[in-house]
């Protein structure tokens, strides 16, 4: 692999040895409602390298590219591409320009195949198509640079690592010079991200100018020629791969308010009495898209976090959904607290003492127009009903909500304001509150810490460790790797719709666990 | 399973399932943009007021027709401006086109009702009149009728062929995806429901100009809901829906001819078994049909838009 | 003076200030709107509306006839407001007003001996469950995922006036002279007809519409099955998820609007027409549909649009028979109307 590039110093703008960059951002600024996203930014980006964007949720790196690739119009500042200024108004400006972008949820169209989706993308495309033509260069650069898809399937029936293959060749068929990757290792398995890195390096010889926007600091010590760190909208600094080191990229992301996470009590924990929660055998139908799971067995004791590892859409959601009740049991039986509760709907589950914190709060856990005061009451309706359900306790309700956030020690919120005007952690924590707050045995928590601030994150997670200390049991799902390591008691794998392996965290490690999760045997691709 | 009867129900079926056809068509255009048109039987009813009166006035069925295709282009505006530029909830909006051209359609038409009209010229089948059984007017149709399945093919085309077709579909499956591929969404979707309006327009004009040759209130009958329940049956594809189309124009026929050729069951039974059969026809296919649906018709169906 | 305005200002910030604006701005865009149509169809709008006014509002008959005519409209509103608070979209009423009428009209010729003290639980009974199990089908099929109500209740108000018919025509009919000109069932036992108020004919229905109209807004506002409703609307699947029935719900909430619809017809048949006709109801359903949307589905909003409806509808009857202008002509006000609720019309608005 090429490492012949020559050692260039970040504080030099403009070696004559090295190509002028590609594209120039110049006092980049962004607003929106409640934050300012990019502070006066600028970032050079030149060809024949990968540049990555470090940065945590929220710190504007997404911004920035987008603003870059048009979807966005910034607020004051210029882009200049080739030494010339230039106007992205739209994303058909950057594609003129030749910039595309891999967004974090891919966009294509699942109902459609790969080479109209691809087609789609294309630039000058003439009035009649000519779908030959299309599907020639398609292979080409397929095989150039190991992005080999069939472009007949509909892009619904192909894997996630292979989608994102799609996206990458839309670009290249669309004749981009500038990828710009979003997040774009939040869906691979471990080996699929080197096989992303390796693609990088091919890219690179050609001359292509890579983004790559991440949170992940291993990753960008990984892959990365030069590093630009973000923090709350401004650069925080600069520099080439050669000077990069875990501890300085931390201290730039970060300055020296790092927080501390709280480590695992592996002290006094209840784990006795029957399993909360036992799945044996279960089998359910699938609907339209989803996943549908086969022959599960799984067991939930009392004081024990269950990780769930596998690459999404493999049956994450569908496994969440069983446990409380909103799919139904083809076959086999579920079981909580030894009572067979097959065939309990999902109201008398909940009731039973199991909670859920959903991979998407705003779309699936709350009313967004209502407050926080009723998504509470809607937590556990019964508990606050009075005279047989003609009216409510909301003052038992404002009370249940301010134990509950300082049980939990989070900052206390109004609770009358609407939902919707929370931000991300907020409206996290606000869920967490409402969940922990019925003290329930059994906690479902899908991607709780998913584009959450640090902060917000560490919270999550020890509300969670905490639930775990006292008796409690959680079925974790994530996609991140480090999170499912460091908070399960036990880890299994999905994949597609089977659990293919359970583990305890010390017994395996990420590589096993990618290759379980994609179902390829372990070798290296 | 006399002559006659077959005689019967193939002109029956074509006299019902053409316009239908039409209609279909134009539905089919406008939900694989990710619009419902609940408005569409007003629309039939602006086409077929403005079509009968024009044709009337003018003395050329032809050019009634070509107003009907305007007008109920420019009526589905309405229903774009409303949905596009306003954000409006789709089938809200497609009710209130409905109303609208339930009113304009019966003030326009108050002055020609029960006149007649010649219709649109007829032309037999090329080569049928050499068969000893074939009768003067048999297999006779007007040029709409002739027109129907070549428009239909033509519908695919523009569909699956073309640059402008494919996205269109790129907005009804997913409005995010043809954006961030560069795509002007309030264009398409105006230029689908303009595509829309036409073809229903047609589909009424066919209805009072050529086949009934007459005006009255409300004479579609409901023929827009049922085309929006055969746009389902048929997978939102144009192709299949010339099968839906005529085979609800059958099966409707079907019955008619059987019940008029010696029972006497109540005309109010057999006036709904079109309504019957379309909630048949929506019962038995919507729950399947539900993931064969363009993406971003989902929201319409949940409330969402 | 500028104290005056002061407290203008401050009245002008109130929440129901501005939906009193919005609502009196809707109604005059709408109202100048059919002032064109009707100029347009050689009428003159000022004597219409001077006409319509003198005659509603100015004397008493004319004021009873507005609260009679109120009843239908309120509880056809009702019936699409309920239902809208769960995302559902009821255009049914008018089939369901049909049904409720037909199996009220069933039960007032079949049973003719009962007295009227039996006789109007009865009809309220069947007029609800006629117009609500047609509802609840359209229900059903939602519940399961199978087809929109909005389509299934449409489709639906084609096949309920067909059932009315046969029935007008078949089995009911009454054979009294000069019937035939206009075919109707037989004349419901006096009995069966609901009570009626102060020599006029306002008649129970409007007690039954306004505590209709009262409960409507106590549920929802009040009661946990209120919140519950609310939330399937605003997030069905996260309420879903925290365990509310949402099938059930939609099941016996469209059961319920269906029978309020149902007892719209119930009370038109029953009160005023004292028998059953193919076709008695000049759209009822849909201008509740419009009533309700124009008022955001707000019980204060209902009984103030009806009112104002009634009066114009009123004004709609007296103008067939002075000007000759064809009801068809109602149908565009009532476009113009929706229109002008979804087109959203931005108030003036202060900063605040």
Not at chain 1, 219 to 234: F, P
Not at chain 3, 55 to 81: D, K
Not at chain 3, 99 to 108: C, E, K, R, S, V
Request: net charge positive.
């Amino acid at each position: 692999m090429s490492s012949s590039h020559d050692m260039r110093t970040a504080t030099q703008q403009f070696d004559t040895e090295s190509p002028a960059p590609l594209v120039s951002l110049r006092g980049i600024t962004k607003r929106f409602p409640n934050v300012i996203a990019n502070d006066s930014v600028d970032l050079d980006l030149f060809p024949g390298e990968v540049h990555a964007l470090l940065g945590e949720n929220g710190a504007g790196k997404s911004t920035l590219m987008k603003i870059l690739y048009g979807f966005y119009s910034a607020d004051s500042g210029t882009i200049a591409v080739d030494g010339e200024e230039a106007h992205i108004g739209s994303p058909l400006d950057a594609r003129k320009l030749r910039i595309g972008m891999v967004f974090q949820t891919f966009t294509l169209i699942p109902a459609m195949t790969v080479a109209e989706n691809i087609t789609l993308y294309l630039p000058d495309l003439p009035a009649v198509l000519d779908n030959r033509r299309i599907a020639e260069q398609i292979d080409e650069f397929g095989k150039q640079y190991h992005l080999d898809v069939d472009p007949r399937l509909p892009v619904r029936d192909i894997a996630i690592g292979d989608q994102q293959k799609v996206e990458v060749l839309k670009l290249l068929v669309g004749r981009a010079r500038v990828l710009i990757f979003d997040e774009a290792t939040r869906v691979l398995a471990p080996h699929e991200i080197e096989g992303l890195f390796r693609i990088f390096e091919r890219l690179k010889e050609d001359g292509y100018a890579i983004v790559f926007i991440t949170h992940k600091l291993r990753e960008v010590l990984a892959c990365a020629d030069r590093i630009t760190v973000m923090k709350r909208g401004r650069i925080a600094g600069t520099l080439i791969r050669s000077e990069a080191t875990e501890e300085g990229l931390v201290a730039l992301m970060f300055g020296d308010a790092m927080p501390r996470e709280i480590r695992q009590t592996a002290g006094e924990r209840k784990t006795d009495g029957a399993p909360l929660l036992e799945l044996r055998n279960v089998t359910t139908r699938a609907e339209g898209e989803g996943t549908r799971l086969d022959d599960i067995s799984l067991e939930i004791r009392p004081g024990e976090i269950v990780g769930v590892a596998g690459v999404s859409g493999n049956g994450q959601r569908e496994l969440g959904d069983i446990i409380l009740g909103l799919i139904a049991c083809a076959r086999g039986r579920r079981l909580l607290q030894g009572v067979d509760a097959t065939s309990w709907i999902a109201g008398r589950i909940r009731a039973s003492g199991v909670g859920f914190v959903p991979e998407d709060p705003l779309g699936m856990g709350v009313v967004p127009w209502m407050t926080v005061a009723q998504n509470a009451a809607l937590g556990s309706v019964e508990t606050y009903a009075r005279h047989g359900g003609l009216s409510l306790d909301w003052n038992h309700v404002q009370r249940d909500i301010g134990t509950s956030f300082e049980e939990l020690s989070f900052e206390a919120l109004n609770p009358w304001v609407q939902v919707r005007t929370l931000s991300g952690g907020q409206l996290q924590r606000a869920v967490l509150a409402r969940e922990l707050g019925r003290r329930p045995k059994l906690l479902v928590a899908s991607y709780p810490t998913r584009e959450l601030d640090v902060r917000s994150a560490m919270a999550a997670r020890r509300v969670l460790a905490t639930l775990r200390d006292s008796g409690g049991g959680v079925l974790l799902v994530s996609e991140d790797l480090d999170e499912l390591f460091s908070l399960s008691d036990r880890l299994i794998v999905l994949h597609q719709g089977r659990i293919v392996g359970t583990f305890l965290p010390h017994e395996i490690d990420r590589h096993k666990i990618g290759h379980l999760m994609t179902g390829s045997g372990g070798t290296n691709e | 399973m006399t002559w006659a009867l077959i005689r019967g129900v193939l002109s029956g079926t074509i006299m019902y399932g053409v316009p239908l056809l039409y209609a279909t068509l134009g539905e089919v255009i406008g939900q694989r943009a990710g619009m419902v048109n609940l408005g569409l039987e007003g629309i039939l009813l602006i086409g077929a007021s403005i079509g009968f009166a024009v044709s009337i006035e003018t003395g050329n069925p032809w050019i009634g027709v070509a107003a009907a295709a305007i007008a109920g282009a420019l009526f589905n505006l309405v229903y774009a401006f409303l949905v596009v530029n306003r954000r409006a909830n789709q089938l809200a909006s497609g009710l209130a086109v409905m109303f609208l051209g339930m009113g304009v359609s019966a003030m326009i038409g108050r002055a020609y009702v029960g006149g007649g009209s010649k219709g649109l010229v007829r032309y037999q089948i090329p080569g049928i009149s050499a068969f000893p059984w074939a009768t003067k007017t048999m297999f006779s149709y007007d040029l709409l009728v002739y027109f129907a399945v070549p428009v239909a093919v033509l519908v695919w085309w523009i569909l699956f062929r073309t640059r402008w077709g494919l996205s269109l579909r790129a907005v009804g499956e997913s409005p995010s995806a043809a954006f961030a591929a560069g795509r002007r969404i309030s264009l398409l979707k105006y230029q689908s429901a303009l595509m829309c309006g036409l073809l229903g327009g047609i589909a009424g004009a066919h209805l009072s100009v050529a086949l009934a040759r007459t005006w009255s209130e409300g004479m579609s009958g409901g023929r827009g809901f049922i085309a929006v329940a055969l746009v389902i049956f048929s997978k939102w594809h144009p192709l299949r829906a010339i099968v839906g189309a005529m085979l609800f124009g059958g099966a409707v026929t079907l019955q008619l001819q059987l019940q008029a050729q010696g029972s006497s069951i109540s005309p109010f039974l057999l006036n709904m078994i079109p309504y019957v059969l379309t909630l048949g026809v929506l019962l038995v296919w919507g729950g399947a049909r539900r993931f064969a649906a363009p993406g971003a018709l989902g929201r319409v169906y949940s409330g969402e838009e | 003076m500028s104290k005056l305005l002061k407290g203008v200002a401050r009245i002008a910030r109130k929440g129901w200030a501005v939906a009193a604006a919005r609502y009196a701005m809707i109604l005059a865009i709408a109202l100048v709107a059919y002032a064109i149509v009707l100029l347009l169809a050689g009428k003159d709008p000022i004597k219409a509306c001077v006409d319509t006014f003198s005659f509603t509002l100015g004397t008493r008959y004319g004021f009873s006839e507005v609260i009679v005519r109120m009843v239908p409209l309120l509880l056809t509103a009702v019936a699409v407001a309920i239902p809208s608070r769960l995302g559902l979209i009821n255009v049914g009423g008018e089939g369901q007003l049909y049904m409720g009428a037909w199996l009220a009209t069933w039960g007032a010729i079949t049973f003719t001996g009962l007295p009227q003290a039996i006789f109007v639980p009865l009809l309220i009974v069947l007029g609800f469950l006629g117009g609500g199990v047609w509802a609840a089908i359209a229900g059903f099929f939602r519940a399961r995922g199978l087809v929109n109500e909005t389509i299934t209740t449409l489709l639906m108000n084609y096949i309920a006036p067909l059932i009315v018919g046969l029935s007008v025509y078949g089995a009911w009919r009454s054979r009294e002279p000069g019937s035939s000109a206009f075919p109707q069932s037989v004349a419901f036992p006096d009995a069966a007809r609901l009570p009626r108020f102060f020599d006029t004919r306002v008649h129970l229905g409007i007690i039954l519409a306004l505590v209709v109209l009262f409960v409507f807004w106590f549920v929802m506002e009040r009661t946990k099955w209120g919140l519950k409703m609310r939330a399937i609307g605003g997030n069905p699947e996260a309420a879903r998820r925290l365990g509310i029935r949402l099938g059930l719900y939609i099941v016996i909430v469209m059961f319920i609007a269906g029978g309020i619809a149902g007892l719209a017809g119930m009370a038109e048949v029953s009160a005023l027409h004292g028998r059953l006709r193919a076709g008695f109801s000049p759209g009822y359903g849909f201008i509740g549909f419009l009533i309700s949307w124009l008022s955001g589905g707000s019980p204060a909003g209902i009984l103030t649009m009806s009112f104002v409806l009634a009066v114009v509808f009123s004004g709609g009857s007296l103008l067939q028979i002075t000007q000759g202008v064809p009801f068809a002509a109602i149908n565009v006000l009532m476009a113009l109307i929706l229109f002008v609720v979804l087109i959203k019309p931005r108030l003036p608005r202060r900063k605040s």
